[in-house]
């Protein structure tokens, strides 16, 4: 039923802005289509007789919920919390509402959001963020008979906000590459991210892709891994850089939280960047200007707001764009004070 603060009902606001009941109703709940004009007269009515109209009521009318869901295996990780806000925002604006599904939060989880929750909740589209689906789970996820769009993805035949993983990772290999660097090293994703869309090894596989293409025979010492975080950053680092077989000069990490790590492990090992060491990541996290991380940037809030865009169009019956069937999300390569040409031996020699 519509609620109002002072007494005044659906009849009301309408005999006001002289529509029927019907046009205030689609006005309101911005389900069908009502010109402008009419919009601004119906709401002013509204405004002025203190009345708001329930979601609820209307959505049984319409069939809509107005709500939103967001499955992620995480919301711990700058990535994903960023995605999330940027989401947030746009069903704000949009008016509608969000119900988060986290499938890493325990044994089972994973498995109860698919199967369970996502039919139980009235929901009129669902995103996913970072997952990557067996069949089975994709049949689950599909008989929820709602519009699905992907962040990060691939879900097969699926709208998806994607970056080229591969190529930008080969992009910052080949960044290090042009100043001059040949030893040099990878700091990947651990098996965090390996359990969806494999995105620490696609990230590996640009780095080792780059490496090949400049002749560079990648030393096994040279690859690390660690978890996406400036502490596993810096564990990881520490133990790279401290092994007088690696001597790399330039370090690529996965991501932005391992590279600002990778600084830290750097100073304390009494190593000056760029001078003795280049680093390089991916990211552009809110760390990286304090810290002058050269870096590339993905933009994970805009993500999150462009799948917001594509399933309120696909919700209007209008197709998606292209690009987020056979394209990807724009990347922006940031060059700061990490990174430089290597100092030649005499160079070292004269600053030891």
């Known amino acids: 039923m519509e609620k109002h603060a002072r007494g005044a009902g659906i009849k009301e606001v309408a005999a006001r802005a002289g529509v029927s009941a019907a046009t205030v109703s689609r006005a309101l709940s911005g389900n ?17 007789l203190g009345f708001v109209i329930s979601y609820n009521a209307s959505s049984l009318a319409s069939g809509r919920s107005r709500n939103i869901g967001i499955v992620m ?9 960023q995605v999330l806000e940027g989401a947030a925002s746009a069903l704000i604006e949009a008016g509608y509402d969000l119900t988060l599904y986290n499938t ?63 190529s930008i990772s080969a992009l910052a290999t080949r ?53 996406f975080s400036v502490a596993g950053g810096r564990t990881a680092a520490k133990r790279l850089l401290a092994d007088p077989d690696t001597r790399v000069t330039g370090i690529f990490c996965a991501a932005d939280e391992i590279a600002v790590g990778t600084l830290l492990a750097a100073r304390e090992l009494g190593l000056r960047v760029p001078e003795d060491l280049s680093v390089i990541g991916i990211d552009d996290h809110e760390l990286a200007e304090v810290f002058g991380l050269t870096t590339i940037g993905q933009d994970p809030a805009g993500q999150g707001a462009a799948a917001v865009a594509a399933v309120l169009s696909l919700l209007q019956n209008r197709a998606p764009a292209p690009d987020l069937l056979h394209g990807y999300y724009p990347t922006e390569f940031v060059v700061r004070s990490s990174t430089a040409v290597p100092r030649t031996p005499a160079e070292s020699d004269a600053n030891a």
């Open 175 to 227: 960044h290090l590459i042009s100043l001059g660097h040949r030893r040099i090293a990878h700091i990947g994703g651990g098996e965090e991210l390996e359990r969806d869309f494999r995105m620490g090894s696609t990230r590996q596989d640009g780095y080792l892709h780059a490496m090949a293409e400049a002749g560079i025979e990648v030393q096994p010492q040279w690859l690390a891994s660690s978890e």
């Open 104 to 166: 890493s939060d325990g044994p089972g989880h994973r498995e109860s959001v698919l199967k369970e929750m996502l039919r139980r909740k009235r929901l009129d589209a669902v995103i996913t963020v970072a997952l990557r689906l067996t069949e089975e789970e994709l049949g689950q996820l599909r008989a929820v008979d709602k519009p699905i769009v992907a962040i990060g993805g691939p879900l097969p035949e699926t709208p998806t906000v994607r970056v080229d993983e591969f």
């Open 32 to 48: 069908g289509r009502v010109s402008e004009a009419t919009r601004r007269k119906v709401q002013q009515a509204a405004d002025e």
């Open 73 to 81: 295996p995480s919301v711990g990780r700058w990535y994903f919390s």
